[in-house]
């Protein structure tokens, strides 16, 4: 039995949209319900994968399947397509599943030709409006199926308009229609070299063909890898009936949305241009009028349109996007669509529709796309100034947010600018730990390398700070201070911008807006918090980073990294004096100078966090990060240090390692040097101790061993965290519960987590070293090759932004169900940074997870991603 691949509109429905793509499906239901759609059909989104099956050749089967269904609509509408006496004239527009405004192509007025277009003005009485439709379809046909430049048949026009002194495309005459076809003819000849094509059979095949080609044009791609929309989906074609809003003065064009996309309010919200065809109403080339003004103008077909938009919206209990023409006082609707908003409409919308008993509260929870909240909690670009901006390079979107401020290369210059009153963005070839306070003051962060996991991503995540990573199309000379991009040279000093949300980076400054929150988000997200089964917490360093997290609903914190507070100005030189000791004893004199420092840092934290849980990772990283690199750096410690300069230089070369993140790091610090493990200890429990006296409440410190995959290995940190905490609470007099738990990120511990779990209090997923090490992927350069493994579908997602559920995905599983074999009441969390990705916590939420950690800026995303993870679970069973 052959397959079907092309339906008439009747024959759909609402549900079929991963077959009739979403706007074939709308205008299936639109029909189905009585609304007036002009008759037509859909070929389907298999018909688009049968074309790139065929080698970009639409199959006969398909071909014949066309004129069946062309031959209901000609009877529908008691018109021939191709015929010289009364023509059938049609719109070619594509319709994938997802809505992709503005990616694809359209065709209007299809059918036309030297014949049929004296038959329409004859039909119509009108024979300007029928040269002017001509002229309209050679211009779109030439720009979509031909690809000749829009701007070849553009640059005709307005010549034409010029040379008779015409402010709109409506003053042109018949005469000068009929002079300008045959101009944009002569264009196509040249252009390609063929006369434009006469048989409206021809023209609608190559129209058909140049749609599914569309699917995969540059903008196409990109949109859906900015919106994570799978490149196998394919697009669908609709072929529908024309109806003409550029008749004259009683036929028009436009798009309404039944609320306000910006806010949300309540209330009609459009455009509409009389004696129109849909492209001039979005082209600019008049000014549009207010969809309130079409009360005035025709009362009765605005009353009609109200009502078809009411009851639109409370068919599909969303907003609509709805495009109509009006054709000699006649209503048609061309199109409806669930409609694009900004974050605080959403979160109007689904709020009052739920007010309004459009909506149950758990429909609301599940309308909102968990990552538009990003939108919320950071600056963005003012829409009318982005408008005048061209990018001048892309990377990665790291961070999201908008930054704006002026060039510096090194965190020491980024310092002094910030505290003189400059805003500055940092620009660095990567970021490494050294960089933390240059980080701090920056308004955002630019990396030419390093991927989404980059140390500059994650920091700045943290931070809240807009990042842009792995820009690589762009040269970074940190020495001769200067950005480059092709003959482009940005020095220090010069403005430049950042957009976190899409990685396009920006010569000079645009301004930017403070996000704000509307009650409604607090509404919506209580609701969520009544059915999420996750707990949220957030990976936090500091008491601020901590409040932060707290006023947008974290629960605790799952991952402190201590070493971030080596860095600060006092401390680096008690760390490196430590690092660079030769004798225990002398390292533990440093030692015991950190301590003091450490214990008030997390005093801090324990005060803030209120009696939550509090996960603090002991130290992570190779001893060689916290060295200097640069010579003068060098020759100034070796002074403070009472060094030989080339003594300080052999041991910094002795602890530089060729693979730093598989070597020396974690718990095999630990083992090597356990002062380092017992004075941190020593802190977070006297720390713990201090707060529950001074603030009265109970304080269960969760202390972290990272990268074990030896059981052996937690074994041996674990006896000396926990003979330093017993000393410390004999000293004290005062005993309180603590944890003592470990990091699974090797693969290694997920095979053996059931022997880990003999010994460990809690499990914490590090899926960033997880996926690094499973992969055999360095997380700071694999956005070299990353992109190009998405644009060629050899990864549909990047495995360090979504859990790769066909390989670390198995190996969490495989770790969870094991842990739990020893010890089914063992608390279980993950703090990589999939812990605020939606796709990923769905999954958390399927395992078995106790909690997910994140950013304090992704907290909201992730309470709202575990609340659809058990809605989406319940409506799947």
Not at 576 to 587: A, G, P, Y
Request: charged share 25%; net charge negative; hydrophobic share 40%.
């Amino acid at each position: 039995m052959s397959s079907k691949y092309v339906y008439l509109f009747e024959e759909g429905n609402a549900s079929m949209k991963a077959l009739l793509g979403g706007k074939g499906a709308n205008l299936a239901e639109m029909t189905n319900i009585g609304l007036p759609v002009p008759p037509g059909l859909t070929i389907t989104t298999d018909a688009c994968r049968a074309y790139y099956d065929n080698n970009k050749s639409i199959t006969p089967e398909i071909i014949e399947q066309i004129k069946e269904s062309f031959r209901s609509i000609e009877e529908k509408t008691g018109k021939g397509f191709g015929d010289r006496e009364n023509p059938l004239l049609v719109s070619v527009r594509s319709g994938a599943m997802f809505s992709m405004p503005g990616m694809m192509d359209t065709i209007l007025n299809l059918g036309l030709n030297d014949q049929t277009v004296v038959a329409v003005g004859e039909k119509t009485g009108n024979m300007r409006f029928a040269y002017d439709s001509y002229r309209r379809f050679i211009q779109m046909f030439s720009d979509v199926v031909l690809e000749i430049p829009k701007y070849r048949f553009e640059n005709v026009l307005e010549k034409a308009k010029d040379k008779n002194g015409y402010e709109y495309d409506t003053q042109l005459t018949v005469a000068d229609l009929q002079e300008l076809v045959e101009q944009f003819k002569a264009i196509v000849k040249k252009e390609s070299g063929n006369d434009f094509p006469q048989d409206p059979n021809e023209q609608l095949l190559d129209s058909v063909n140049a749609v599914f080609r569309s699917w995969n044009n540059n903008r196409a791609i990109a949109y859906r890898n900015l919106y994570d929309i799978p490149h196998n989906l394919g697009t669908a074609v609709n072929v529908q009936s024309m109806v003409f809003g550029n008749m004259g003065d009683d036929s028009g064009t436009g798009v309404a949305f039944t609320r306000n996309p910006a806010t949300g309010e309540k209330k009609l919200y459009g455009e509409f241009l009389m004696n129109a065809q849909g492209e001039d109403v979005v082209a600019g080339i008049r000014t549009p009028r207010s969809i309130e003004e079409l009360k005035e103008i025709m009362p009765e077909v605005y009353q009609q349109f109200w009502d078809i938009t009411t009851n639109l919206e409370t068919h599909y209990k969303d907003m609509q996007d709805i495009e109509f023409t009006i054709e000699q006082g006649k209503l048609y609707m061309l199109q409806t669509r669930n409609g694009k908003r900004t974050i605080n409409a959403s979160l109007r919308v689904a709020v009052e529709m739920v007010e309004e008993g459009l909506l149950s509260k758990d429909e609301a929870v599940l309308r909102i796309d968990p990552r538009q909240l990003d939108q919320l909690l950071h600056p963005t670009f003012d829409e009318a100034t982005m408008k005048m901006a061209t990018p001048i390079a892309t990377g990665l979107p790291a961070s999201p947010g908008a930054a704006t401020g002026k060039i510096y290369f090194n965190a020491d210059d980024a310092v002094k600018a910030a505290s003189a009153g400059e805003k500055v963005v940092l620009v660095r070839k990567e970021t490494s730990p050294e960089d933390i306070e240059g980080m701090n003051v920056a308004q955002g962060i630019l990396t030419s390398r390093g991927g989404m996991t980059s140390h500059a991503a994650v920091v700045a995540r943290g931070m809240g700070k807009c990042c842009v990573a792995g820009c690589e199309m762009a040269k970074v000379d940190e020495e001769l201070k200067i950005f480059a991009v092709g003959d482009l040279r940005l020095q220090e000093g010069d403005y430049i911008s950042l957009d976190g949300s899409t990685g396009k980076v920006y010569k000079g400054s645009i301004k930017t807006v403070e996000p704000t929150l509307s009650g409604h988000f607090a509404t919506l997200m209580g609701w969520a918090d009544e059915k999420r089964r996750l707990g949220v917490r957030t990976n936090a360093d500091t008491p601020r980073d901590a409040k932060t997290a707290i006023s947008y609903g974290a629960e605790g914190i799952g991952l402190c990294r201590t070493e971030h507070m080596f860095f600060e100005e006092e401390r680096i030189p008690v760390v490196r004096e430590m690092i660079l000791s030769d004798t225990v004893s002398k390292r533990k004199k440093a030692l015991d100078k950190l301590m003091p420092m450490q214990k008030q840092d997390f005093k801090g934290l324990f005060t803030v966090m209120k009696g939550l849980p509090v996960t603090i990772r002991l130290l992570d990283p190779p001893l060689h990060e916290f060295l200097p690199t640069e010579e003068k750096d060098i020759v100034a410690l070796a002074n403070e240090m009472e060094m030989n300069v080339t003594e300080l230089k052999e041991v910094i070369h002795s602890l530089h390692e060729f693979n730093p993140m598989l070597g020396h790091r974690g718990c095999r610090l630990a083992v090597t040097y356990p002062e380092i493990a017992q004075m941190q200890a020593r802190a977070i429990i006297e720390a713990a101790l201090e707060v529950e006296q001074e603030e009265n409440t109970t304080i269960i410190p969760e202390i972290m061993i990272p990268l074990v995959g030896i059981k052996a290995e937690l074994d041996y940190v674990k006896k000396i965290v926990v003979e330093t905490v017993e000393e410390v609470m004999e000293e004290k007099g005062v005993k309180i519960d603590y944890l003592v738990g470990t990091m699974i990120e090797i693969p290694r511990a997920t095979v053996i987590a059931d022997q880990i779990a003999e010994n460990a209090d809690f499990f914490s997923f590090g899926t960033n070293d997880l996926t690094q090490m499973t992969f055999g992927f360095s997380r700071d350069d694999a956005g070299k090759f990353i992109t190009e493994y998405r644009d060629k579908e050899v990864l549909v997602d990047d495995p360090f932004q979504s859990i790769d559920l066909e390989g670390v995905g198995k190996l969490v599983e495989m770790a969870v169900k094991l842990g739990k074999s020893v010890k089914p009441d063992l608390k279980m969390g993950i703090c990589g940074e999939h812990g605020g990705d939606p796709k990923s916590i769905d999954f958390f939420n399927k395992v078995g997870l106790n909690y997910v950690s994140c950013s304090p800026f992704r907290v909201p995303i992730a309470r709202l991603s575990a609340a659809q993870a058990v809605l989406k679970e319940k409506n799947e069973n």
